[in-house]
């Protein structure tokens, strides 16, 4: 939803349940974009931070898959006698 700046002076707080609730909420000044309300989302606390770095390595172990060598990595783009293919 957009919203003068005038506007949203008379209703900032229910522009701000409304942002809370997941709603985009823009304040708009003479026409143009100018603002976005946005929830604020509580900082993760350590122990939570390292948890989602450990599961971020984890996956990426799981999905990294080894590929040539860079010594082999364009080997198919020449043929035998070393000429492009």
Not at 9 to 30: F, N, S, Y
């Amino acid at each position: 939803m957009r919203v003068s700046v005038s506007d949203a002076k008379g209703q900032l707080t229910e522009l701000v349940r409304r942002a809370e609730a997941g709603d985009e909420v823009i304040l708009t000044r003479h026409g143009h974009v100018a603002v976005r309300l946005v929830p604020v989302r509580p900082a993760l606390d350590r122990a939570a931070r390292l948890a989602a770095i450990d599961a971020a390595v984890a996956a990426a172990q799981h999905t990294a898959t080894a590929g040539p060598g860079a010594a082999r990595s364009q080997d198919d783009l020449y043929g035998e006698d070393g000429l492009p293919a």
